[in-house]
């Protein structure tokens, strides 16, 4: 049939928040973009029967399974797509990339560097497409930062800011989750990863690291009527020193009482700064030295058509995206990763290179010294 495409079937593992996310944007993604392939949401699977069932409903699949490993299996399956709790991404993307699958995993991709750098390796031993789920990269504004940098906009670029505050883990009543496990959780590797991600996507290389970590919280209800020590931060700080020669620091925190998505940068440069908060995503400020002086001050650059892609998803300037928007322009990139339309935007390598940081942090707060992240 003239104007049929190819489907693309998704297998789907997990459908708490992160899960939820990625069905939001792949139902987006194929209503906003000219994607190259037509979307089908195949299978979900989740801890029991029922509860796959009822998402499958709700989400809209058609098949469910309590066994991830049957869509790993599956032929009919063409990408697997993991937002299950971070200890099991190694092993269910190893599976799916065996069984040559495309993979998109949320991040963090693994638990520790080495095993990220394993699956890495596998995906590229096994020719198909990988996406690590950093969102926060697809915002339009993101892209025009890191254009206007390059373009010496802001001259010679000397220091850098970034934060991620969010006040999840506040309370110390809050239960012990899987992100308290010592096997891979911590503010550092579940906030402060998306900080060094775009540390990096708009500075580029960070190449020495000096961090420093604290757990505030020694204990947490274990769900048993008892408590359960934690090991993992609740607070990490890093100073960072990048391959262009600009110094700069960063924060993680998931205690910081009152902040529900404080995902801030701060860049400056001899002739100009630029600074942007999460909380107000669809929003841009940027100091213009060269102005008068009687002229000068941050000026508000708001998010429109001019700022693809915000063109496909409303027409008119101000209106503004939202969270589960950028995970849709995520998608549509990953699918045209696969198409061989583009390169991968933020694949398992790009993973490895976030949690190689993380780890650096890591050592550097525990050996009290400047560790190096390159070489």
């Not at 991620?164 to 899987?178: I, K, L, Q, V, W």
């Not at 990096?200 to 604290?214: H, T």
């Not at 002229?295 to 693809?308: C, L, N, T």
Request: glycine content about 10%.
């Amino acid at each position: 049939m003239p104007g049929h495409k190819t489907q693309l079937r998704i297998g789907l593992i997990g459908t708490g928040f992160m899960g939820k996310t990625h069905v939001f944007g792949f139902t987006a993604a194929q209503r906003v973009f000219d994607l190259p392939y037509e979307l089908v949401l195949h299978t979900v699977a989740d801890r029991t029967d029922e509860l796959a069932a009822e998402a499958a409903r709700t989400l809209g699949f058609a098949k469910s399974s309590s066994d991830w490993k049957s869509l790993v299996a599956d032929p009919d399956i063409d990408v697997i797509d993991i937002t299950a709790p971070n200890a099991l991404h190694k092993e269910m993307a190893l599976a799916a990339l065996t069984a040559g699958k495309h993979v998109y995993c949320e991040k963090p991709l693994a638990t520790t560097a080495g095993d990220a750098a394993q699956m890495a390796q596998a995906a590229r031993a096994a020719g198909v497409c990988t996406q690590v789920g950093f969102n926060y990269l697809c915002n339009p504004l993101f892209s025009l930062a890191r254009d206007m940098i390059r373009g010496g906009e802001l001259g010679e670029i000397r220091s850098y800011r970034g934060i991620h505050a969010e006040d999840y883990m506040a309370d110390a009543e809050s239960p012990f989750t899987f992100r308290h496990d010592p096997a891979g959780g911590g503010a550092l590797a579940d906030l402060g990863s998306h900080a060094l991600a775009t540390a990096e996507f708009l500075l580029g290389p960070i190449e020495r690291v000096q961090g420093d970590s604290a757990t505030v919280i020694a204990s947490r209800p274990d769900g048993r009527g008892g408590r359960r020590q934690v090991e993992v931060d609740d607070l990490s700080r890093a100073f960072l020193r990048f391959a262009n020669g600009a110094s700069g620091s960063l924060e993680a925190s998931w205690i910081a009482t009152g902040r529900k998505m404080q995902h801030d940068f701060e860049v400056y440069g001899t002739k100009g700064a630029l600074v942007f908060t999460q909380e107000r995503f669809n929003e841009l400020n940027f100091y213009d030295a060269t102005d008068k002086q009687a002229r000068r001050g941050f000026r508000r650059i708001e998010a429109g058509p001019d700022h693809a892609p915000y063109g496909l998803f409303c027409v008119a300037p101000g209106h503004q995206l939202g969270f589960n928007d950028l995970k849709a322009v995520e998608i549509a990139g990953f699918v045209a990763a696969i198409a061989g339309k583009q390169p991968e935007p933020f694949g398992f390598r790009s993973g490895q290179r976030v949690q190689q940081l993380v780890e650096a942090i890591q050592r550097s707060a525990t050996e009290g010294r400047w560790v190096n992240t390159v070489g």
